[in-house]
């Protein structure tokens, strides 16, 4: 069965997004959340993000400063959230 597991990006961005990536080879459902930073400017990090968008995972942040992902606010984080089964923080 399918579980929906969210990625609370904060620190170590390049960790966490690549370990995002490497999560969607379960066959699970992945959402990241980029919160309250820009993301970091590497190579590494857009490949990571572009992957998670071409495997149709969702890519979310709360601030404007990342243009390329879903923006929304810290309430519409929150309830999406409540519906991940595990909620991952880095």
Known sequence: MQKKIAILVRD???????????????????????????????????ANIELLKDMDQHVYTNTPENPELELLSNAA???????????IPY
């Open 12 to 46: 170590r961005q390049s960790e966490a997004l690549r370990m995002s990536a490497g999560m969607i080879l379960a066959d699970d459902a992945v959402s990241v959340f980029v919160l309250d930073r820009k993301v970091e400017a590497t190579p590494e990090n857009a």
């Open 77 to 87: 984080i929150a309830e999406l959230l409540a519906q991940h089964d595990n909620i």
